[in-house]
């Protein structure tokens, strides 16, 4: 009984050690394989990157070039208004008037103060060529002036006035415009002696401008301040012939223009930008030329000038324009340094107290050109 019963347990241990054995390689597999499986954040590794995102869009130089034309146009406007009212002081029509009130050779110091009104309506044409980025613009403008003065000493004689005007600005070529209002006070005085006559002459003005810019996807539209403050220092000589005269002229001007800051509401990608400003000194040397006849005790005088125009000094400035975190700067633009000037009047005196009177105003540069014409009415009193 005890010999057969051995080798039934040794089998038994023999299939114990096997199975125990088959476990343990099954278990070490297991190991290997899940050592070799990569884990659930190595596979993410390969879940392709998001594109980056691209950069925000940078301004354009000629997003502002409204901005560019007001302030010349302000500017402008200055000197248009100055040198009327130099032109007023020195005109030699009036002046033969002034120093001969009475008419007939009455004598100067009989004649007590007197004093003038006048009114005017104007419209200006003017167009700046292409400078740089800037591509272009034309401007039209209509305005009004009244004005009271008065001779307060024989010789002396000093005036006030008020201009208001509206210039529309179109630069098609970058789908932009804009309107500027502007109102200007101006006081001139003169002083006669001799032949010789000195005026001087002052703006100040003051205003509104509104652009609106076409951004493909709708409009872009500002509003901002305009500012114009000028002097102007003119001499002429009187030289008489018979019922014609030659009135030789010198001049000095000096204007400043600011616009303010402004940000662009509505459209794609409004743009800001800071103000502007437009400094210039110039001299203007010339003469005026003209006749006058008299018939029905009335007076008809013709008369025509030229200047020459040397822009000595201008600061043409430049704006910041920005869109987002990208700026630019963009220069402003001016006039060219030569030039000229060119006009011409018609006077009608109806009595010694009215007057009727159209002007023609031209200014020329390399890349401006600006035509004005001018009805007034002057009454005195």
Same mark, same amino acid.
């Given at each position: ?17 096997r ?10 597999? +297991?190991? #290997?394989?899940? &050592? ?12 392709? &990157? ?5 950069? /925000? ?13 007001? =302030? ?13 009212l +130099? ?14 009130p ?8 009989? !004649?007590?103060?007197?004093f003038? =009104? ?9 167009? $700046? ?5 800037? #591509?272009?613009?034309?401007?039209? $403008? ?45 006081f001139? =005085? ?11 002459a ?31 220092? !003119? ?12 009135v /030789?002229?010198?001049?000095? !001007? ?15 990608? /409004?743009v ?31 008369? &025509?000038?030229?200047?020459? #125009?040397?822009?000595?000094?201008q ?9 987002? /975190? ?26 010694? $107290?009215m ?7 031209g ?10 014409? $001018?009805?007034?009415? !002057?009454?005195?009193?």
């Amino acid at each position: 009984m005890s010999c057969s019963s051995r080798p039934s347990r040794t089998t038994e241990t023999r299939l114990g050690r096997r199975l125990a054995r088959a476990i343990g390689i099954a278990f070490a597999l +297991g190991l #290997v394989i899940a &050592a070799m499986s990569p884990p659930a954040q190595a596979q993410l590794a390969f879940v392709p &990157a998001a594109p980056p995102l691209p950069p /925000p869009p940078a301004p354009l130089p000629t997003d502002v070039s409204s901005e560019l034309s007001a =302030a010349p146009a302000v500017t402008n406007l200055g000197s248009n208004f100055l040198e009327r009212l +130099g032109n007023q002081a020195t005109y030699g029509f009036g002046r033969a008037l002034r120093n001969n009130p009475g008419g007939g050779g009455a004598s100067e110091a009989a !004649e007590g103060p007197q004093f003038r =009104a006048w009114g005017e309506g104007y419209g200006i044409s003017a167009m $700046t060529g292409a400078q740089g980025v800037y #591509v272009g613009d034309h401007r039209q $403008t209509w305005g009004g002036v009244a004005g009271i003065g008065a001779r307060v000493a024989p010789g002396v004689n000093v005036g006030f006035s008020v201009d208001q005007s509206r210039t529309s600005i179109d630069v098609p070529l970058a789908l932009q415009s804009a309107t500027v209002d502007l109102t200007q006070l101006g006081f001139n =005085a003169s002083v006669d002696k001799g032949p010789w006559t000195w005026a001087i002459a002052l703006v100040h003005g003051f205003g509104n401008v509104n652009s609106n810019r076409d951004t493909g996807q709708g409009f872009a539209t500002a509003g901002y301040n305009a500012q114009i403050d000028g002097g102007l220092a !003119e001499l002429s000589y009187y030289w008489n012939i018979d019922q014609s005269r030659i009135v /030789p002229k010198a001049a000095f !001007e000096y204007v400043r223009a600011t616009t303010g800051s402004f940000q662009e509401v509505g459209g794609l990608d /409004p743009v800001m930008a800071s103000g502007a400003t437009v400094e210039r000194s110039r001299v203007l040397i010339g003469a005026e030329i003209g006749h006058y006849w008299i018939f029905d005790q009335k007076i008809l005088d013709l008369s &025509a000038y030229g200047k020459f #125009v040397d822009n000595v000094a201008q600061n043409f400035g430049s704006i910041l324009v920005s869109l987002g /975190p990208q700026s630019i700067a963009v220069q402003g633009i001016g006039e060219s340094r030569l030039g000229a000037d060119a006009g011409a009047s018609a006077s009608l005196s109806l009595s010694n $107290t009215m007057r009727l009177y159209l002007n023609y105003d031209g200014k020329f540069r390399s890349a401006l050109q600006s035509h004005q014409g $001018t009805v007034g009415l !002057e009454v005195k009193w």
